[in-house]
T-cell receptor, first 110, second 118 residues
Framework: LAKTTQPISMDSYEGQEVNITCSHNNIATNDYITWYQQFPSQGPRFIIQGYKTKVTNEVASLFIPADRKSSTLSLPRVSLSDTAVYYCLVGEPGYSTLTFGKGTMLLVSP | EAGVAQSPRYKIIEKRQSVAFWCNPISGHATLYWYQQILGQGPKLLIQFQNNGVVDDSQLPKDRFSAERLKGVDSTLKIQPAKLEDSAVYLC????????????????FGPGTRLTVT
């Protein structure tokens, strides 16, 4: 399984765009990059998943450069309710199980 | 659609006692997971079921933990006897078998059961 490295914490203000970068230098050819969000006292929630280039949904965008050794989760115009822990995971669905690290604690202030 | 249900939400027991957690996955989801999440850490997979068969239990402490998924729907996770270090949130998640063919890691998590062992 590819090891991931992401910042322990980040601070932002309401209305700003937040970019959380995850490093995964030894990502394998068949690995996908997946992000989860976890609020206090809740289970994690799937946000987005991608393989290369850019993926966008109603919640976030995921940018993956050509070498795939890193990825950036972009949250547009965050609000207080986006305060949560964000996990970056790398693996091959169907072959390897999800391995969560400690994630990035995002704190959004007014 | 209804989400993943878990009970109880909270449980306090003394060490060496036994405890059981229950999970009802999303209807139609063939794959069920149990995770353990210790405070300040990410969830750690304990066991994965595909229907009622075990796919991965490599991180399950089998000397004290057991899990079953009878009839391929509901599941129970048991700890016997509990230790202080078992204090954690136990999360159940499920995913559709179709997910595997779509190359997706999308799992749906329940609210968890917070276990405190004193």
């Amino acid at each position: 399984l590819a090891k991931t490295t992401q910042p322990i914490s980040m601070d932002s203000y309401e209305g700003q765009e937040v970019n959380i970068t995850c490093s995964h230098n030894n990502i394998a050819t068949n690995d996908y990059i997946t992000w989860y969000q976890q609020f206090p006292s809740q289970g994690p929630r799937f946000i987005i998943q991608g393989y290369k280039t850019k993926v966008t949904n109603e919640v976030a965008s995921l940018f993956i450069p050509a070498d795939r050794k890193s990825s950036t989760l972009s949250l547009p115009r965050v609000s207080l309710s986006d305060t949560a822990v964000y996990y970056c995971l790398v693996g091959e669905p169907g072959y390897s199980t999800l391995t969560f690290g400690k994630g990035t604690m995002l704190l959004v202030s007014p | 659609e209804a989400g993943v249900a878990q009970s109880p939400r909270y449980k306090i027991i003394e060490k060496r006692q036994s405890v059981a957690f229950w999970c009802n996955p999303i209807s139609g989801h063939a794959t069920l997971y149990w995770y353990q999440q210790i405070l300040g850490q990410g969830p750690k997979l304990l066991i994965q079921f595909q229907n009622n068969g075990v796919v991965d239990d490599s991180q399950l402490p089998k000397d004290r933990f057991s899990a079953e998924r009878l009839k391929g729907v509901d599941s129970t996770l048991k700890i016997q006897p509990a230790k202080l270090e078992d204090s954690a949130v136990y999360l159940c998640a499920s995913s559709s078998s179709l997910v595997l063919t779509r190359s997706s890691y999308e799992q749906y998590f329940g609210p968890g059961t917070r276990l405190t062992v004193t």
